[in-house]
DNA sequence: TTGAAAGCGGTACCAT
DNA sequence: ATGGTACCGCTTTCAA
């Protein structure tokens, strides 16, 4: 009795209308036959006596589920926060929820845990922020009949649907605004070099360098190790004087280096970043001049993708462009 | 014959067993009453058989889930993306998943589909970022007989269950540490005054200048436009040498517009911003001294608050600590 | 201590 | 075109 949720069943609003909860349920999801007549007083009915679909029974009887499994490495990063709001949107819009998890926490018990809420839940699909780590999770995940979208990275063995950036190509554009800026001495800096995206990058870097002597190191990225790290670079070729970097944050570290050696920014250092993350654009003297990583948009199209996977219908793999933007640090 | 689901239910292990469903549900749960050596047989057998309990089914008949709705304004700032993570962690702790939703379009049709998502989903409990247009969604919500933790910000008509911080508090400590440095001319930059906890803010910031004259501005919160605004305060008030914020772009904002004026940071000029975002520690050259709101905490003991209330136990709100942390920009 | 059976709210198949 | 009915997987009440 008491009203929550509706507590309206089909066979109430049958009921009302001497009708079978049957009639009802067609009525209400345009599916069966039924009178045009019929299921135009059935909807009126419904909203009503205010009823709403009861999702567990729905999906008990169905066996499918209106859930998207969201995977990503972090919650607490604008990044991936871009990335989910994108996929929250076009999932709101056609009924789904996410169930979000986090993979922070590499131990087979996290790992167990994501899986079984994804059992669990029975989600229909599935949305990754794929790291090698992840990938027996994947094939896990795969190997139940849940469809699977990459976002953002790509893991080649694993393969399938994806959404993705070209990052040789960004890398590319990165290097070339540096190069037109009449830098030659340009270094990089990445974070690890076994991840394809990263890997893309140094390629696009070392290919528009043609040559020349390449300067790069990894590096954990954080805005102190790649600003003591870049001192170093600064020692051991003093006229360096431009830093392409794998990621805001360690251009932004880089920038902090420059400038703490009184170089002027950019006639005597310049910085190019990857991701337009939040830092990007919001430095007080130096918003970065990066690579914007479509964030939302990648989101956007991974579930659409999801759901045409889950309508039946075939995809094929997403390339997005990622444009150069520039700003004071170039 | 899928493995879809583990497709192993409760009859399955039964008759592995011998025995009936009932005695197995209640093994897996520690309920009813039941010999230890058949409980332990129960459980053993349902591991080796990969038994993945379906929640459908479950919520179905006990008419509850193990869903926490998560209602906040963006998804896509970093400030609510640390909140969410801290809800995260203690749902995935305890078997709950969250169901976010994001009010950012505060239309009708958006609202309802909120509440719709909720209901559908049974959702055991809700946690809501609460602003004054949200307040009439908070009432259907509880009408509901689902229980209601707000965070960060509260609102007094709605009452019940909060994790919050003292804004007045962290104020004047804000405003202590400027006084400390010498500055007297000190202004204040705020979002908007018709919000608790702006308020709270800016009455710290009133009880701290003890009568000296105060200037202060309510500006939309992006860089550009605060710094603009930072320079209209100068013409008129050539002395302001320092300026605390309630949010830590404003602060960026004011000291973007005191360097442009070659002001020296932090002597001639110091500011103070509010939040600890992502942007704050993260500049290049002057991190910003501001108030950190403990948002991954305030995340956490909300949901464990949520938590002890679907236990049925009653919870008294909850202040937490918002301390100061000094960077280069005072 | 354990089994049998009902029923949660939907959907789908089989009649009529 | 519509109604009756079985059943999805699980919990719970009643019997044994």
């Known amino acids: 009795m008491s009203s929550r949720n509706g507590n309206v069943t089909l066979k109430d609003i049958g009921k009302a209308l001497n009708l079978s909860a049957r009639a009802v349920s ?9 009178a045009p007549e019929t299921r ?8 009503r006596m205010g009823y ?6 729905r999906s008990l009887v ?28 076009v999932a709101g819009q056609n009924g789904f929820m996410m169930l979000l998890d986090s993979l922070d926490k590499p131990t087979r018990e996290q790992k167990e845990r994501v899986i079984s809420s994804l059992m ?5 699909g599935v949305i990754l922020y794929p790291r090698k780590e992840d990938l027996e999770m994947a094939y896990l995940i795969r190997s139940m009949g849940v469809p699977v979208v990459q976002v953002m990275e790509y893991m080649p063995e694993f393969g399938g649907s994806s959404v993705t950036m070209d990052n040789f190509k960004a890398a590319c554009s990165a290097m070339k605004h540096l190069l037109s800026g009449g830098h030659t001495h340009i270094a990089y800096i990445g974070h690890n070099a076994d991840n394809a995206a990263q890997q893309e990058r140094f390629k696009g870097y070392e ?6 002597p390449l300067q790069f190191r990894y590096c954990r990225m954080t805005l102190e190790a790649v600003c003591a790290m870049t001192h170093e670079m600064f020692d051991e070729d003093p006229d360096l004087s431009a830093v392409f970097a794998a ?5 932004l570290g880089a920038l902090r280096a420059a400038v703490e050696r009184n170089k002027l920014i950019p006639s005597q250092f310049a910085a190019v970043g990857f991701s337009d993350v939040e830092l990007a654009a919001n430095q007080i003297l130096y918003p970065l001049t990066t690579i914007v990583q479509p964030k939302e948009e990648t989101g956007i199209k ?7 996977l889950l309508k039946g219908n075939s995809v094929s793999p997403l390339l997005l462009d990622a444009p150069l933007v520039i700003r004071k640090s170039s």
Chains 1, 2 share one sequence.
Do not use: W
């Open 26 to 34: 067609n009525g209400l999801n345009n599916s069966g036959r039924l």
């Open 40 to 47: 135009k007083r059935i909807i009126e009915t419904a909203t």
């Open 52 to 57: 709403v679909p009861n999702a567990a029974a």
């Open 62 to 89: 169905t066996r499918k589920s209106r859930f998207i499994g969201v995977l990503i490495p972090y919650l607490n990063k604008s990044f991936f926060c871009n990335i989910i709001a994108g996929i929250g949107e």
């Open 120 to 124: 669990q839940h029975n989600a229909a």
């Open 207 to 212: 290919r528009c360098m043609k040559g020349r």
């Open 247 to 251: 990621s805001d944050t360690a251009a």
């Open 302 to 308: 991974a579930a659409q993708m999801l759901l045409e």
